[in-house]
């Protein structure tokens, strides 16, 4: 691999870096999930990259897709087990990273696990390698802290400005993709006290939405919202807080507009999934280009 392929996921990963020490400085007990959001992503611009999607902050059995609303007033508390999942991106280029603060001072071995699973996988990451073969490294090393992985969640490979690009690193073993030299991967190994699995719950709090199919619109709410998603993210996630109010400052147009677009199967939206037995879960997540004889973590 000749760095200079690489060179805007390098520049990436130097803003992730970035965002990532503002975000764990940000998340403390009396702090507004709003406020740590719009930090991450306003340092991501500031460092000179663009939102690959909205800042996730999944708190205790809520494993991933939660974004606070545009007026959210929750705070965290002393309770919380705060999964930060967050993505940049330079020229499409994208870095997803996510960590877990524990702010109950009580689940360390839960966040050990999940680490340790990300760790071992990246370390068994090279051409030829098959994505259950790594599945199988992230399940015995979970199950190994007494914990259960999320099966149906996974990592996944990327492409510019494609953040799901079909194959996956699954968190069980099971699967005979063969990891080939360049394939860029995010690996999130995901480590939970529950059942081992997720569902769409809490339905009323999505806040994540994506362009699956562009096509004329007749709503002009319907049409502004669509003509600034296939300007501004192509098939890149986004949130309300991106489009309210800079792009629709009525509240209910922008419900109208989602409402549209989605009956219409031009967005897709992305509820909150929540472990279905309520288990605490962790998360650990880098990125990773594979290489001749390895896989080059990139944070």
């Known amino acids: 691999m000749k760095d200079d392929e690489f060179k805007d ?34 340092e991501t611009e500031n460092a000179g990259a663009a939102l690959a999607f909205p800042a996730n902050l999944s708190i205790n ?19 919380d087990l705060v999964k930060v999942d967050f993505g940049v991106h330079v020229n499409g280029c994208i870095i997803d990273q996510a960590f877990t603060v524990d702010l109950t001072g009580e689940n360390n071995k839960l966040v050990e696990a999940s680490e340790k699973a990300l760790e071992n996988a990246v370390a068994a ?10 599945g199988r490294i992230i399940q015995e090393t979970i199950e190994g802290y007494g914990f259960k992985p999320i099966e149906n969640l996974s ?11 079909g194959e996956n690193i699954p968190n069980t073993a099971g699967g005979d993709y063969e990891l080939k030299e360049g394939d860029v991967f995010a690996v999130e190994p995901f480590a939970t006290t529950g059942a081992g699995r997720v569902e769409e719950r809490m339905t009323n709090k999505t806040q994540i939405y994506s362009l699956v199919n562009p096509k004329p619109v007749r709503l002009p709410q319907s049409r502004a919202l669509l003509n600034w998603a296939v300007e501004e993210r192509q098939s890149l ?18 419900e109208l507009a989602l ?10 939206d992305y509820p909150p999934l929540v472990e279905i037995n309520n288990g605490l879960v962790s998360q650990a997540e880098t990125t990773a280009i594979i290489e001749s004889n390895g896989a080059k973590q990139l944070t």
């Open 61 to 79: 059995d809520v494993a991933a897709h939660y974004s606070p609303a545009p007026d959210e007033e929750t705070a965290f508390t002393e309770n």
């Open 259 to 268: 409402h549209d677009l989605l009956r219409q199967k031009i967005l897709r």
């Open 125 to 134: 990451m090279k051409p030829g390698a098959l994505n259950g073969e790594i």
């Open 237 to 254: 996630p986004f949130s309300k807080r991106a489009v309210y109010p800079s792009v629709i400052n009525s509240k209910p147009s922008l």
């Open 9 to 42: 996921y390098f520049e990436a990963e130097r803003v992730a870096s970035s965002v990532r020490a503002v975000a764990e400085d940000a998340i403390k007990t009396g702090t507004k999930l709003l406020d740590v959001a719009n930090e991450i992503e306003q």
């Open 155 to 165: 990592g996944h490979r990327m492409e510019p400005f494609l953040l799901h690009a």
